[in-house]
């Protein structure tokens, strides 16, 4: 997948998953398109920083918080401008 251009980008949140990945929202800090900000879940190196699409956020849907609950299971939080 690719990652389209994005006007202002941006890591909205980080989180590490049990194996030791980050994972991260690649936002868009585009508020002029109707769906919303464009929102993708990517893993980021912590070597380089180079981040790698996993998949995207859905729209209009603003996704803001990532967390790793016990059993290892990623959550995504909304937040409603």
Do not use: E, H, W
Request: net charge negative; charged share 15%.
């Amino acid at each position: 997948m690719d990652i389209l251009p994005l006007d202002d980008p941006r890591i909205a949140s980080m989180a590490t998953a049990p194996d030791g990945t980050i994972y991260g929202l690649l936002k868009s800090g585009a508020r002029r398109d109707p769906g919303g900000p464009l929102t993708y879940l990517v893993t980021i190196n912590p070597t380089n920083g180079n981040v790698t699409p996993v998949g995207f956020g859905p729209t209009p849907v603003n996704l803001d918080g990532l967390a790793f609950i016990p059993d290892g299971l990623l959550n995504c939080q909304s937040v409603l401008d």
